[in-house]
């Protein structure tokens, strides 16, 4: 099966449903507060939330460029079977909680198991993708993403009719029974061989699987993609764990509308983002070696004046237009992350590279995530997100100016 031509896009295929399962596990919890506070009444505070929400986001920040260099070592099959595995177990054994802190340990040991699966996934993909239509390829494995994120905001549609706990029990099932399909269907394709030599310490093979992130570090355009990768974070996180708190709270809508409204505009805007921004990267590239730059460059654009729509917009059509053009851009943005990073990191690199960039991005998300709380409990949430639109003017001004490809997919350091 792995030598047919239509395998590649059956990884895309498998590795979807894996994404969509990824995103769905971790963002039903932000729509869930209302039915989980009755019976975790630290849960009334936005600020016991927000920390509750921040510390999968700092575990999995911290896991990253670990979970890179790991997935750049060995077989990067049997660590998405094994993170898909314990992340849904997890998911399953939150129907069990019963008190607050059950609920911050089993969010930690989520983000250590969640955080192996992206640099191991996507570089996989672009390994089996490595012509023309890279960035399409990671374009439909980013749809699973946005889809999991809109289903993940009928958490609180679910957890109203039946209850959160079985709410969590029905996807950790489904998520454990699926690793059994990678096991059977999934397979290894690494674009460079690893030489081990038995002879060398311990501390040496140590040192050998860190090499990657100093040739990373040691780039200027390595930095520039960081912060390119990190600042949209900031809006992106607050969107993700805040909107529909905003939109319930401005508004006067019941989380269990806010909720899916919120999560479903944003996501299928993203969608169509990928897919859009997938598309005119890979055509746009075949004319400049910058054409990925510039089409991630439009979508950091788009994502500007609609964080200022979210922010200070009151009404309904203002902050559901913002979240439209924002879920657009950051799509268009988001898609062509890991094939930008192909046009300056070796094979050996990317899962490495992908993990400092999620280390990045996702601590500005946890930072964000946190002080957002606070500022919902003060009743600054609305002006604060606005504000977020400043970082996304330097990371496009920074990207522009600095960020200049010498090939299409870079094969050897």
Known sequence: MQEKKYYPWLVVGLLWFVALLNYIDRQMLSTMKPSMMIDIAELQTAANFGRLMAIFLWIYALMSPLSGVIADRLNRKWLIVASLFVWSGVTLMMGFATTFNQLYALRAVMGVSEAFYMPAGLSLIADYHQGKNRSFAVGIHMTGIYLGQALGGFGATIAGNFSWQTTFFAFGLIGVLYSFVLI??????????????????????????????????????????????????????????????????????????????????????????????????????????????????????????????????????????????FGFGFGMFDVNSMPILCQFASPRHRATGYGLMNLAGISMGAVITTFLGKSADSGNLSRDIALLAVFVVLALVLQLSLLHPKTANKTDD
């Open 184 to 325: 059977m269907f999934l397979h290894e394709k690494k674009a460079y061989t690893i030489v081990q030599d038995a002879s060398a310490s311990l501390w040496k093979k140590f040192s050998e699987s860190f090499k990657g992130v100093g040739v990373l570090l040691g780039s200027l355009s390595f930095w520039v993609i960081l912060f390119y990768f990190s600042a949209p974070s900031l809006p992106g996180w607050a969107t993700k764990n805040w909107l529909p708190t905003l939109l319930s709270t401005n508004l006067n809508i019941r989380m269990e509308i806010a909720g899916p409204v919120s999560t479903i505009t944003i996501a299928l805007s993203a969608l169509i983002g990928v897919l859009v921004g997938g598309v005119v990267a890979d055509r746009w590239i075949q004319r400049t070696l910058r054409g990925r730059i510039y089409t991630g460059a439009v979508g950091l654009a788009l994502t500007i004046p609609a964080v200022l729509l979210l922010g200070f917009g009151d009404s309904f059509l203002t902050i559901l237009g913002g979240a439209s053009c």
